[in-house]
Structure formats: C-alpha cells, structure tokens
C-alpha cells in the first residue's frame, strides 16, 4: 500500500520534482503545465519546486510559472527565493566532502562539485558536461583537482558515469560508508548526489511546512526518480510520474502519465484540482 493517502487533508502545496517530472526530456516546460500551475494559483494552492540542480540551474523557471514560493535546488542543499537570493543552505562538512570525492573516483565514476554559486568540473569534455550545461544555462570553471577550499564550501559532490549499474552500487557503497553523515541518492540513473544530511527532498517537505507554516500533512509531492521518495513519505500525498520506475511508484500514493504526456498538468487536474473542488 501507498505510504500516504488524498484525503490526509486539505493540500495547500504542491512540490514537485524539476527534471523527468516538471519538463520534458527536452527540458521544456509545456503550455498545460504552465496552464496548470497557473490553476493552482487560481484555486489558492501554492507551488514550489525542487531538484538536484543548483538554483541557477532553475532560474529558467521563475518567470515563465511565475513562482512565488522558496525553491529548493541540490535537493535542499540552498533554498532561494524567486530572485535566488537564498534563505539557507546545508554545506557538507570539509572531511565527509573528501572522503565523499575519494570513494567516488575510486570507483571510476567522474566527479563534479558545486558549491552555492559555482559548479567546478576537472575536464570540460567528460560525459554528460555538455548536456549539464544545456539544461542549467551556466557554465562550469574547469579546475586542475578539487582543493580544500573547494571541499569546504561544497553544497553537493555528484558522481557521474554511464555505467548505470556502477552508479547504483556507489550509491550503496556511498550510504553504507558514510552512512548518516551524507545524503545520497541518483537524481538521474546517471547522477549520484551526496549531500548533507539535510539535504534531502525529504527534509525539503519540512523546511517548506516551517517556512509557509503548511502541516506536511497538507503537502502533496511529484517525482519520478528514487531520491523522491523521501519526499513522498513525508507528505501527505505523493504522485509517481509515469516514466518512474516500479519501485519509485510502489511507494506513491498515486501514478499519473509520463512526462512525454503531460504527466505532471494531469496530475494537477486529476488528483490535485479535481479534489479540491469536491
């Protein structure tokens, strides 16, 4: 059975996941979504976003769905305002940031490092750069290696690799190593992110239900990916896109179409506006 259940109560915010759940593959927010956020607005529910990208990363955002609401970027690592101003944000400690690095290049995979407003690569021509760089719309300082002074100011550290399976064995060996000294979890099959311990869409549903004084029990939540869940669990109504995985829809309470079929402004219509209206 689903973790939670539409009639926890009245939902007065809807957070929902940026990239596979918000925007198509092309990264695109589509006329019904924008449609549909505007309809929340109408019928007095707030909506908020959060993702593994950094807030510049979701800057492209702001304007087009008219946000009102903090945004949460490296999955609650920084919240922002609309302007991007922050509100507050989660560093990693210095020594869990190297040892974090150190497991990650171990095991093969590339390593990426973004502090608040800086996103640090070593090589411009690695897998998934450019892609990355399409669909933040900001480019990354290539550094010679990751200094300390880098470490110390890390809000995530993400591990890259094409090797899908290799990703998901160093998100165990991540979590069983560092256990709670980290947050880690694929944002995308390709992505591991490591960040505080804070910094989970988990703990996003909190700070949000702190901030705008909702009870999380008044907060549904979207996403398709597996660092999702901990949002859904600590809401009171959680949607799993229908490009998400059996195991990431087992745990919401309910599964709407893909993002490639207007997933997300189904889900408002169906399951978000139709019962506010009843």
């Not at 920084?78 to 497991?103: C, G, Y």
């Not at 160093?170 to 311990?197: F, I, M, N």
């Amino acid at each position: 059975m689903p973790p939670n259940s539409p009639t926890a109560g009245p939902i007065r915010l809807l957070l929902a996941d940026v990239d596979g759940t918000l925007v198509t593959q092309d990264k695109l927010l589509t006329d019904a979504t924008k449609a549909m956020v505007r309809d929340l607005g109408y019928a007095g529910i707030q909506f908020a976003v959060t993702s593994g990208r950094p807030p510049r990363g979701m800057s492209m955002l702001m304007g087009p769905l008219a946000l009102k609401a903090p945004s949460a970027g490296f999955n609650g690592g920084v919240f922002v305002n609309p302007d991007l101003s922050v509100i507050e944000s989660h560093t990693l400690d210095p020594l869990v940031a190297k040892q974090t690095l150190a497991l990650l290049l171990d095991q093969g995979l590339d390593a990426w490092v973004y502090t608040e407003t800086e996103w640090l690569i070593r090589d411009p021509a690695a897998v998934h750069v450019a892609r990355e760089i399409w669909t933040v719309k900001f480019d990354p300082r290539v550094v010679a290696g990751f200094t300390e002074d880098h470490l110390a100011h890390a809000v995530k550290i993400v591990g890259v690799s094409d090797d899908l399976g290799l990703v998901a064995d160093c998100e165990k060996l991540v979590q069983a190593e560092l256990g709670d000294t980290v947050s880690a979890a694929r944002s995308q099959p390709y992505y591991l992110d490591v960040t505080h311990p804070q910094a989970n869409k988990g703990a996003v549903v909190g700070t949000l239900s702190r901030l705008l004084k909702i009870p999380p029990a008044q907060i549904a939540t979207i996403g398709d990916m597996p660092n999702d869940v901990l949002m859904f669990r600590a809401s009171g109504f959680s949607i799993a896109m229908g490009n998400a995985s059996d195991q990431v829809k087992a745990q919401a309470s309910v599964v709407t179409d893909s993002n490639e079929a207007e997933g997300f402004a189904k889900a408002v219509r169906d399951f978000i506006l139709r019962s506010h209206s009843l």
